[in-house]
């Protein structure tokens, strides 16, 4: 069953994109699936709902999945931009021209359409609110704005009760009351609410949410044309999970190299991996025993990745975002 989850952070929470000398700084402004989906999976372990073994079987052979979270402004879904997506300095906005590009299959020049003498910067990757369309079929949006603050932590020794040397960090915390959406995937029924962790420094009360979750299908899909990854991508020509299959001809988006987590049972790193960031437009074929919006795993060095491959057909990303 593919539900629709809407998160709201009830204390602050640091979710970040890597881990600094310092400490924590550089919140990402939204969740990442293998985060919320880690998030899940430990609360149903404490409501009792999955086992230990179960935990472990879900480590072997992922069956609960989560795309990435993103924020809810003002009741309307934040999205990855497009790679066609550019802010204007002038006009104080973001024109994502991914639905001309859709339309015409190319893309001659990305121009503000206000002033052509505007200096456009690129948006992409970034996390945008869709506004409106304007003339030329081109997406007025927003950068979503996500409260943080900055502060200072000392780390104190569990064992000796006294500072720990070292253990002073920095970081910037996303503020409680902020809300989430997401898509989440269970081939078993999921309680309505659940209290969720997410993000680094659970002990010292950072990242409790409250996470609620309305069935929204469990039909298969198939389609073929272009998509938007709401998720990171996986560059793989094929993408194999289960009876669900996503065949890439062409991806357009930009690649970075990423340590892909910690595996929590067989305590070792896993490997860096390659991925297209969030946002970017893809063309090919899925075809699948139930919804890809929770995103298709991917098993790779031994490992499987999860959060990856949430693909959405372009036309439903506009409509997601309230326009088009
Ligand atoms: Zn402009």
Not at 154 to 180: H, I, N, P, Q, W
Request: charged share 25%.
């Amino acid at each position: 069953m593919l539900y629709e989850a809407r998160l709201v952070l009830r204390s602050p929470a640091i979710v970040v994109e890597r881990r600094t000398e310092r400490g924590y700084v550089k919140p990402l402004g939204y969740i990442p699936g293998s985060t919320l989906r880690g998030a899940i999976l430990d609360a149903l372990r404490a409501e009792g709902v999955l086992s230990l073994d179960d935990l472990r079987r879900e480590a072997e052979s992922p069956s609960v999945l989560s795309s990435p979270a993103y924020p809810l402004v003002g009741g309307k879904r934040a999205l990855p931009a497009s790679p066609f997506a550019a802010y204007c300095r002038e006009c104080g906005v973001v024109y994502d021209f991914a639905p001309v590009y859709a339309r015409q299959g190319k893309l001659e020049s990305i121009k503000c359409p206000v002033g052509r003498d505007h200096t456009l910067k690129p948006a992409y990757p970034g996390i945008v609110v869709y506004k409106r369309v304007a003339e030329g079929g081109v997406v007025v949006a927003e950068k979503a704005p996500i409260r943080t603050f900055r502060s200072t932590s000392v780390g104190v020794s569990k064992r000796r009760g006294a500072f720990e040397r070292g253990m002073l960090f920095d970081y910037e915390a996303v503020a409680e009351g902020t809300e989430f959406w997401a898509y989440v995937w269970a081939p078993f029924d999921l309680p309505g609410r659940l209290e969720v962790t997410v993000g680094r420094g659970a002990s010292r009360g950072f990242g409790w949410a409250e996470l609620t979750l309305k069935a929204a299908g469990s039909a298969p899909f198939s389609a073929s044309g272009l998509f938007v990854a709401l998720s990171p991508l996986v560059p793989l020509k094929k993408a194999s999970w289960g009876d669900c299959t996503l065949e890439v001809e062409r991806v357009l988006g930009r690649t970075y190299r990423v340590l892909a987590g910690w595996d929590s049972f067989k305590r070792s790193p896993l490997p860096v991996v390659e991925l297209v960031r969030q946002g970017a437009l893809v063309e090919g074929r899925v075809s699948c025993n139930r919804d890809p919006r929770a995103g298709i795993p991917v098993r790779l060095g031994g490992y499987w990745l999860t959060g990856v491959n949430a693909v959405v057909p372009f036309g439903e990303y506009l409509r997601g975002g309230g326009v088009g």
